[in-house]
Antibody, heavy 119, light 107 residues
Framework: EVQLVESGGGLVQPGGSLRLSCVAS????????MNWVRQAPGKGLEWVSY????????YYADSVQGRFTISRDNAKNSLYLQMNSLRAEDTAFYYC????????????WGRGTLVTVSS | DIQMTQSPSSLSASVGDRVTITCRAS??????LNWYQQKPGKAPKLLIY???RLQSGVPSRFSGSASGTDFTLTISSLQPEDFATYSC?????????FGQGTKLEIK
């Protein structure tokens, strides 16, 4: 069974940092591209970042470019999101999602971890 | 960036109704359009990918279609478990933008 489990969320002050993790199981992690998607409370989904299976290709949303860094450790079946210079508008549930095929659909999602940026 | 305009933003319907939700892309995205269902407090769930391909395990009452830059999600006969928020997503270009969502409520 495919499982994605996020962790690392919490309350942080504006300007602070957090590192999110996503541990994968039930599939060959190093064969799949991965993404982070976020959802502010009561709002729609926003794609945040993408990383290819071998980490050679990385993309970011303009809203996080230069502040967030995506990475992965295939030996540990883990995906990460380092978030620096956090702002109130970064408050959201953060989901990791597997890129599932030629249409780059997100076929499996974790349950999410909540990041709250507030003083 | 490609903009995805989803309509309506909310919809009231009854069990057994046929429901249609539309998503329009700001430019051509071929058939790189995916639909997700999300229930409160839960992660999104993939329903349809490639505009019309049904994800494994998803009931056949869900279907998707495309006409140019207009895409449609249809639920042929609403069931109680279908009341949720539905979002489209284009995966043609980065960033893989989402529509703003359609909240489907019980009438």
């Amino acid at each position: 069974e495919v499982q994605l489990v996020e962790s690392g969320g919490g309350l942080v002050q504006p300007g602070g940092s957090l590192r999110l993790s996503c541990v994968a199981s039930g599939f060959t992690f190093n064969s799949y591209e991965m993404n982070w998607v976020r959802q502010a409370p009561g709002k729609g989904l926003e794609w945040v970042s993408y990383i290819s299976s071998g980490s050679s290709t990385i993309y970011y949303a303009d809203s996080v470019q230069g502040r967030f860094t995506i990475s992965r450790d295939n030996a540990k079946n883990s995906l990460y999101l380092q978030m620096n210079s956090l702002r109130a508008e970064d408050t959201a549930f953060y989901y990791c999602a597997r890129d599932g095929g030629i249409y780059q659909q997100f076929d499996f999602w974790g349950r999410g971890t909540l990041v709250t940026v507030s003083s | 960036d490609i903009q995805m305009t989803q309509s309506p933003s909310s919809l009231s319907a009854s069990v057994g109704d046929r429901v249609t939700i539309t998503c329009r892309a700001s430019q051509s995205i071929d058939t790189y359009l995916n639909w997700y269902q999300q229930k409160p407090g839960k992660a999104p769930k993939l329903l349809i990918y490639g505009a019309s391909r049904l994800q494994s395990g998803v009931p056949s009452r869900f279907s998707g279609s495309a006409s140019g830059t207009d895409f449609t999600l249809t639920i042929s006969s609403l069931q109680p478990e279908d009341f949720a928020t539905y979002s489209c997503q284009q995966s043609y270009n980065n960033p893989h933008t989402f529509g703003q969502g359609t909240k489907l409520e019980i009438k």
